[in-house]
C-alpha cells in the first residue's frame, strides 16, 4: 500500500510532549501522578541505566509484572535506548516465562516484587522500591544512541498452533505511523485529542496493553494505570477522574456492566469505549451502548498488525445498524485488506476466505524464526491472520471463524495443542482434544475432550488439576468431557469441527 511515512521514534514523540506541555499529567498510578517533563526526565534517566549496566542497541530487557507507572518508564527508557522490551504476561506458569526468556536471551529482567521468588538465571534488576533508586542515580544527560523508525523495540510473545511461543517484532514505525495518517482523514474519534484521558487496564504482555502505554505517549493522552481489570476502580475513575476514553475486551465490558456500582453510576464523562480482542456478542453490545450513551467502536487487528487496523466506528453503532454491527469494520486508511482463497488467490466481495492484510504497522517478523515468518507474511508486505472472513460490497469485514484453532476466551489467546500437550503427559489420558466452546461471561471457555486409558477412572477434576500444574490458569480445561474415540481424518488430524459443532448449534458464527 501507498502511503506518506509520517512516523516517528517513540523517544521523538515523548519528547515532543515533554517540551509542549512539561506540566501537564502523563501518568496516574493510584495516587502516584507523573507529569511529561518528569516521564521525559525518567526515560532518559532508565536509558543510560540500561547501558551503564553494559547492554547495547538492540538487546532485550525483559519485563514481568502486572500494570504500573514502573512499567510505563521501562518501555519509554527502552525505546529510548534503542533496546528491545519483552513484556512477560505474568500469568503465565513458571515453565513458560523460562521458555520465553531462553528464547530471547534478556540483558536484564525486570521483575515485580510479588514475582521476584522464581529463580529466573538472566540478569535481574528488582523493580520494587529499589527501581525508583537505581533509576534516580543514573545520569539525565541526553542520550546519543542514533534510534532510526525502523529499530524493532518491542517483541510481544504470542503461541503458534504448536504451541510454541513466538516474538513478535514490532518497531517504532509500527507504533507511530498510523496516527497522522488516520487524522488527515477526519476520524477523529480515532485519534482522540491531547491531555484527554484514557483507561489502560488490558495486560501490560499484551497489544492492547503495551498499546495503550504506547498509544497514549504517541497522542499525548493522560494515561490513568489500573494494576490488573478491576470494573469497580473503572466506574470509579470514569466519574473521579474523568476518564474519556476506555479499551475493553468484550467479557470485561460484560463484567462492569453486570457490577452492581454500575446501576446508578454517571457514565456522561465518557466520550470513547473501545472493544475488541475477541468477537462481542450483538447483545452486550447493544446493551452497552445503550447503557454508557458514548461512541463505540470496535478494534480488529492482531498482535502481528500492532493491534487495530480495522474499525467499526461509531457511526455503525445504535438502533437500525444491527446487520452492521456484526462486523469487525472497514479498514483504516493506508490498510489493505483481502480475502483469499485456500491457494492464496483474492476472492471476490460475499465469499469467505482467510483474512489478509497489509499495514505499515505489519510486523518486522518473527524473532529468530525465518521460515515461520515467511508462512504469515509476504514479500510485498501481506500477512495472512488465520482467521476465516467475508467482506461485503461495501468494504465491511465479517469474521466468520478461526482458520487456525486458536480459543479466544476473555480476549486470552489458548492454542489447543499446547493445552493437549500439558495433558497428554497424565498417566490416564490416553487421547485428548481441545476446542472452544460458548461462554456467556468470557466468550469462550476451553473444554477438554478425553479419551481414558483403559481400565481408568480419571474424573474431570482430575484433568483439571493436573493442567493447573502446567500451564497458565486461563489455558487450563474449564469443563471436560469423555468419549471412546477422538474422530480423525485418514492422515490422523483430529477434526475439531466435528467436536465443536454441537456446542455451536444454532449460532450464527462459530466464534462467540
Given amino acids: 500500500m501507498e502511503y506518506e511515512d509520517k512516523s516517528r521514534t517513540l523517544g521523538d514523540a515523548l519528547a515532543g510532549w515533554a517540551a509542549e506541555m512539561p506540566a501537564a499529567i502523563a501518568l496516574r498510578d493510584g495516587d502516584l501522578t507523573i507529569d511529561w517533563a518528569t516521564y521525559d526526565r525518567y526515560a532518559t534517566q532508565i536509558a543510560n541505566g540500561l547501558a551503564a549496566i553494559g547492554l547495547k542497541?538492540?538487546?532485550?530487557?525483559?519485563?514481568?509484572?502486572?500494570?504500573?507507572?514502573?512499567?510505563?518508564?521501562?518501555?519509554?527508557?527502552?525505546?529510548?535506548?534503542?533496546?528491545?522490551?519483552?513484556?512477560?504476561?505474568?500469568?503465565?506458569?513458571?515453565?513458560?516465562?523460562?521458555?520465553?526468556?531462553?528464547?530471547?536471551?534478556?540483558?536484564?529482567?525486570?521483575v515485580e516484587p510479588q514475582f521476584a521468588g522464581q529463580p529466573f538465571e538472566s540478569t535481574r534488576v528488582v523493580a520494587d522500591e529499589t527501581f525508583d533508586a537505581w533509576r534516580d542515580a543514573q545520569s539525565a544527560d541526553p542520550v546519543t544512541t542514533e534510534v532510526e523508525r525502523g529499530d524493532v523495540f518491542l517483541m510481544l510473545y504470542t503461541s503458534g498452533t504448536t504451541g510454541m511461543p513466538k516474538g513478535v517484532m514490532l518497531t517504532h514505525r509500527n507504533a507511530t505511523?498510523?496516527?497522522?495518517?488516520?487524522?488527515?482523514?477526519?476520524?477523529?474519534?480515532?485519534?482522540?485529542?491531547?491531555?484527554?484521558?484514557?483507561?489502560?487496564?488490558m495486560p501490560f504482555g499484551h497489544i492492547a496493553g503495551i498499546g495503550s502505554v504506547t498509544g497514549a505517549v504517541n497522542a499525548g493522552q493522560h494515561l490513568i494505570i489500573h494494576t490488573e481489570f478491576d470494573p469497580a476502580l473503572i466506574i470509579r475513575d470514569i466519574q473521579q477522574h474523568d476518564a474519556r476514553q476506555a479499551f475493553l475486551v468484550p467479557a470485561a465490558l460484560a463484567m462492569m456492566l453486570d457490577h452492581p456500582d454500575a446501576k446508578d453510576a454517571d457514565f456522561s464523562n465518557l466520550q470513547g469505549m473501545a472493544y475488541g480482542a475477541s468477537p462481542i456478542p450483538l447483545d452486550l453490545l447493544k446493551r452497552g451502548v445503550d447503557r454508557l450513551q458514548c461512541d463505540f467502536a470496535q478494534m480488529y487487528g492482531m498482535t502481528e498488525t500492532y493491534g487495530t487496523v480495522v474499525c467499526l466506528g461509531p457511526e455503525d453503532h445504535g438502533p437500525g445498524k444491527e446487520r452492521v454491527m456484526r462486523a469487525a469494520g472497514k479498514a483504516l486508511p493506508s490498510v489493505g485488506l483481502r480475502i483469499l482463497s485456500e491457494d492464496g488467490s483474492e476472492l471476490p466481495p460475499g465469499e469467505i476466505g482467510e483474512v489478509a492484510i497489509n499495514s505499515p504497522t505489519n510486523m518486522a517478523g518473527y524473532w529468530n524464526k525465518p521460515a515461520e515468518t515467511a508462512q504469515v507474511l509476504s514479500p510485498d508486505n501481506w500477512l495472512r491472520t488465520g482467521d476465516a472472513g467475508i467482506m461485503d460490497a461495501d468494504g465491511y469485514l465479517y469474521i466468520q471463524d478461526r482458520i487456525k484453532d486458536m480459543i479466544i476466551t476473555g480476549g486470552e489467546n489458548v492454542y489447543p495443542a499446547e493445552v493437549e500437550s500439558a495433558l497428554y503427559g497424565?498417566?490416564?489420558?490416553?487421547?485428548?482434544?481441545?476446542?472452544?466452546?460458548?461462554?456467556?461471561?468470557?466468550?469462550?471457555?476451553?473444554?477438554?475432550?478425553?479419551?481414558?486409558?483403559?481400565g481408568a477412572a480419571l474424573e474431570a477434576d482430575g484433568v483439571i488439576d493436573w493442567a493447573r500444574q502446567k500451564i497458565a490458569g486461563f489455558k487450563c480445561p474449564k469443563t471436560v468431557d469423555f468419549i471412546d474415540a477422538l474422530p480423525r481424518n485418514p492422515s490422523g488430524k483430529i477434526?475439531?469441527?466435528?467436536?465443536?459443532?454441537p456446542y455451536w448449534e444454532g449460532r450464527e458464527r462459530q466464534v462467540n
Avoid at 426 to 454: L, N, Y
Wanted: hydrophobic letters at 50%; one cysteine or more.
Fill in 177 to 201: 505511523v498510523l496516527r497522522p495518517i488516520v487524522q488527515e482523514t477526519g476520524l477523529g474519534w480515532f485519534t482522540s485529542e491531547p491531555g484527554d484521558t484514557l483507561i489502560h487496564a
Fill in 57 to 110: 542497541p538492540g538487546d532485550r530487557v525483559a519485563y514481568l509484572g502486572k500494570n504500573g507507572a514502573r512499567a510505563a518508564q521501562l518501555a519509554m527508557g527502552t525505546a529510548r535506548a534503542g533496546m528491545i522490551l519483552v513484556p512477560i504476561i505474568w500469568r503465565l506458569a513458571p515453565a513458560e516465562i523460562e521458555y520465553i526468556l531462553a528464547d530471547c536471551d534478556p540483558g536484564a529482567l525486570f
Fill in 495 to 501: 477434526l475439531r469441527r466435528e467436536l465443536r459443532a
Fill in 426 to 454: 497424565h498417566p490416564d489420558v490416553a487421547d485428548v482434544a481441545v476446542i472452544g466452546v460458548p461462554d456467556d461471561r468470557w466468550g469462550e471457555a476451553v473444554k477438554a475432550v478425553v479419551v481414558r486409558r483403559p
